[in-house]
């Protein structure tokens, strides 16, 4: 089979043993005749978005590489779109980060490093957090009248699950090493006086989410005091040195690696290029976490100050 300019067809003369014929492919992966396959072969019809989303399932290759064909300039990441809001867009995006939890957590020497501007609690064994987690959701969507207070909300019972399945996954990651910067609990203490000031919450609601910060900052401070979590899988906590502007992570799982930027506490840009993630990504967070240092096990005044500071901020809401 001559060199193709067809992006797709090219990718196929890699990918393809040499004794098997690309029509017959086709044919067969395709479920089309074969006079549709030469068709496509030769160019006068183009190939459908989902025989493509299918040759790529199936021969494991990205729609990034395609690209890459013809543009080497150009890098495509999947961000996951938002929906018309609706019970079943939270779950739908909670039910992802599950099973995307589940691929990591099944290779024992996974690696995690996340470099966080605002605290993902969502993903914690606390639940006033993640009641706030919910709410903050349904505000972003401006489905939460003026009239509505914290009390008129109630968490469905399948979303409550998935939240805890993300908990107890988040609990297994065998290995990670965590990037705080100063301000990363306290813009969850903001976001909590924000909606005290609109009147979403009351004061008895402040301090049921008081209580829940503190629960937060006694988990983080167990970390950085033992290394370790309840399971005893490692965790490594940095203060950065440096403001962090995004929620950032970068995981090593099953022979593969995956980045990801939050563009927003519950959106994010998952990057599966991997000329991206082994150079540019992965480097950029490994370069946070040399400009930060280590308070677990280890520099106690540091350590210190750092768990005083954020336990005066969250002690702040007390005084609402």
């Not at 006079?35 to 030769?42: F, I």
Request: net charge negative; hydrophobic share 40%; glycine share 2%.
């Amino acid at each position: 089979m001559k060199e193709s300019n067809n992006p797709i067809l090219s990718v196929l003369e890699g990918k393809l043993p040499p004794h098997v014929k690309p029509v017959q492919y086709l044919m067969d992966t395709l479920e089309i005749s074969k006079e549709s396959a030469y068709r496509r072969m030769r160019s006068q019809i183009p190939f459908s978005f989902d025989e493509v989303a299918t040759l790529c399932k199936n021969l494991h290759f990205s729609i990034d590489q395609l690209i890459g064909e013809t543009d080497s300039g150009g890098v495509f990441f999947k961000l996951d779109k938002e929906e018309p809001f609706g019970e079943n867009v939270i779950y739908k995006y909670l039910s992802k980060f599950v099973e995307d939890l589940e691929f990591i957590v099944k290779d024992k020497n996974s690696d995690a490093n996340i470099v966080l501007n605002y605290l993902p609690s969502f993903a914690l064994q606390i639940k006033p957090l993640r009641e706030l987690h919910y709410c903050r959701k349904l505000y972003s969507q401006e489905k939460i009248s003026v009239m509505q207070t914290f009390k008129d909300i109630v968490v469905p019972d399948r979303i409550s699950e998935q939240y805890q399945k993300i908990a107890t996954l988040w609990e297994q990651l065998p290995n990670v090493c965590v990037v705080l910067d100063n301000s990363t609990f306290q813009k969850v203490v903001d976001e909590i006086k924000y909606f005290y000031a609109i009147k979403f919450l009351t004061k008895e609601d402040v301090e049921y989410m008081y209580k829940g910060m503190i629960e937060l900052l006694e988990y983080y401070t167990v970390l950085a005091i033992t290394g370790k979590n309840h399971l005893g899988n490692a965790y490594k906590i940095y203060l950065s040195n440096l403001a962090i502007d995004a929620n950032v992570a970068h995981y090593r799982a099953n022979n593969s690696e995956i980045s990801e930027i939050w563009l927003y506490p519950e959106q994010r840009i998952q990057i599966y290029n991997n000329e991206i993630v082994n150079t540019l990504h992965k480097n950029w967070v490994q370069a946070q976490i040399k400009s930060s240092s280590l308070i677990t096990s280890s520099n106690d005044i540091l350590q210190r100050e750092f768990f005083q500071k954020t336990y005066s901020s969250i002690n702040s809401l007390l005084n609402l």
